[in-house]
């Protein structure tokens, strides 16, 4: 079993759709977590960090942790095309080091 | 404020051969990490330094080396070039204290052939 799970995708949807990511996790030492998106060719970029259960909102991106679970989500409010990327999820047992899913690929078409 | 800083961007390399990647953190940040991405999967890690001394190493073979000099840059070497070795090579940069947020690169691209 991997550490961290991620469905690959792609997850094709409407504009102004609402995405729900998932990732589960294997390892209850798993700290701190947190969602990039990586658009083609280029590096991730920190959307989101959350480090305790419950949700964290930052404009139309909610992050969702479930600890009991070791499954953590990231919803997107009324997505756009400019959304259409790949979202990881990286988790931190606490050392700055991370840990991450395959990525899931996101299309949102016009 | 610039962000974390790699090069080069891309690179062409020869089977047995030798490459130098590198890397500046954000400024203030003391520790870099480097990863590995192969195409359709997520970063793999390869190395953590922090002040200066290696903090962590993942799964990969003594032909990855890695350092960190006194301004908090970093290099990573790889040795032996395989076929293999073509990803995207990230750099990350963090304050290195525990549970803070980690910033990527915008990585180089190495392809081997």
């Known amino acids: 079993q991997k550490e961290v799970e991620q469905d690959p995708g792609p997850l094709s949807v409407p504009e102004g759709a609402i995405v729900s990511l998932n990732c589960t996790y294997s390892?209850?030492?798993?700290?701190?977590f947190m969602w990039y998106r990586q658009y083609s060719r280029k590096g991730p970029e920190l959307l989101m960090y959350?480090?305790?259960?419950g949700n964290k909102e930052d404009g139309r991106f909610t992050a969702q942790v479930d600890k009991s679970s070791k499954y953590i989500s990231l919803f997107i409010r009324d997505s756009q095309p400019s959304d259409s990327a790949t979202y990881l999820c990286?988790?931190?047992?606490?050392?700055?080091?991370?840990?991450f899913g395959k990525g899931t690929m996101l299309l949102v078409s016009p | 404020d610039a962000g974390v800083t790699q090069s080069p961007t891309h690179l062409i390399k020869t089977r047995g051969q030798h490459v130098t990647l590198r890397c500046s953190p954000i400024?203030?940040?003391?520790?870099v990490s480097w990863y590995q991405q192969v195409l359709g999967q997520g970063p793999q890690f390869i190395f953590q330094?922090?002040?200066?001394?290696?903090?962590g190493r993942g799964n990969f073979p003594d032909r990855f080396s890695a350092r960190q000099f006194p301004n908090y840059s970093s290099e990573l070497n790889v040795n032996a070039l395989l076929l293999g070795d073509s990803a995207l090579y990230l750099c990350?940069?963090?304050?290195?204290?525990?549970?803070?947020?980690?910033?990527f690169g915008e990585g180089s691209w190495l392809t081997v052939v």
């Open positions: 959350t480090y305790s259960s």
């Open positions: 990286g988790i931190d047992s606490g050392y700055s080091t991370l840990t």
């Open positions: 330094y922090y002040e200066k001394e290696e903090r």
């Open positions: 990350a940069s963090s304050s290195g204290s525990s549970g803070n947020t980690i910033y």
């Open positions: 400024s203030g940040h003391k520790s």
């Open positions: 390892n209850s030492a798993f700290q701190y």
